[in-house]
């Protein structure tokens, strides 16, 4: 039986994580990727120029979305303090660069983003809220709009003494019906799914902690 892992303590762990600059099994301190920077590149010119950074974490992401020229909302449930002085001397990006305190799943949506990013975030979220947040994302797109999101499937994680845990309220999505879920939600656009395989080793055991199916979802506004 599955031991249940509340969503503070798991909010509480992140905020630490972030406050002290610790690194983690997650590679939370971590550049972006060349997948990212790729569909960054790749980003049509009529996308309208602001960006919504979903679980922005350390904030490489909603950096580098600024640096590329977008006005960025940087949403997280964690205080706001670590990205604050991050950005602080770095001038035209600080200005660029809104990030908020908030739940993701409270967060709403109710403008068109040219570039959405949702990072290793939305698996936290009860199903019914990733698929509202999604739906409402497509629903305000109005243009030339890209989204880019990785999401953990097929979550298996254990304790340091081998029992199994799971995540109070998380989406426990399968691959397959988060496939489902995303062609359905983006009818009409342009989808590329990636798969690959993933897992993190405790640092005080070096067993693995953490393993999973990661979905990498590039889709682009077809009716633009």
């Given at each position: 039986m599955n031991q249940l892992v509340s969503k503070a303590s798991v909010h509480a762990f992140y905020?630490?994580?972030?406050?002290?600059?610790?690194?983690?099994?997650?590679?939370?301190?971590?550049?972006?990727?060349?997948?990212?920077?790729?569909?960054l590149e790749s980003v049509r010119e009529g996308a309208p120029r602001t960006a919504l950074d979903l679980g922005y974490g350390a904030g490489a992401y909603a950096i580098a979305l600024a640096r590329a020229g977008f006005r960025v909302l940087a949403?997280?449930?964690?205080?706001?303090?670590?990205?604050?002085?991050?950005?602080?001397?770095?001038?035209?990006?600080?200005?660029?660069?809104e990030p908020r305190e908030c739940l993701v799943e409270e967060l709403v949506i109710d403008e068109d983003f040219g570039v959405i990013v949702a990072k290793d975030v939305l698996h936290y979220l009860a199903r019914r809220d990733v698929?509202?947040?999604?739906?409402?994302?497509?629903?305000?797109?109005?243009?030339?709009?890209?989204?880019?999101?990785?999401?953990?499937?097929?979550?298996?994680?254990?304790?340091?003494?081998?029992?199994?845990?799971?995540?109070?309220?998380?989406?426990?999505?399968s691959p397959g019906n988060f496939r489902r879920a995303i062609e359905r939600i983006y009818d009409g656009w342009d989808i590329t799914l990636l798969w690959s395989e993933h897992s993190e080793q405790d640092i005080r055991t070096g067993r693995n902690c953490f393993q999973a199916t990661r979905a990498t979802v590039i889709a682009a506004n077809r009716a633009a």
């Open positions: 905020t630490e994580a972030i406050r002290s600059g610790r690194d983690t099994a997650e590679n939370l301190q971590a550049s972006t990727s060349e997948r990212f920077n790729a569909f949403v997280d449930q964690i205080p706001c303090d670590a990205l604050l002085r991050r950005i602080g001397g770095a001038g035209v990006l600080a200005d660029r660069i698929e509202s947040f999604l739906t409402s994302a497509v629903t305000y797109a109005r243009g030339a709009n890209h989204h880019y999101l990785e999401v953990f499937t097929g979550i298996t994680r254990t304790s340091t003494d081998g029992r199994p845990l799971r995540v109070e309220g998380e989406a426990d999505y």
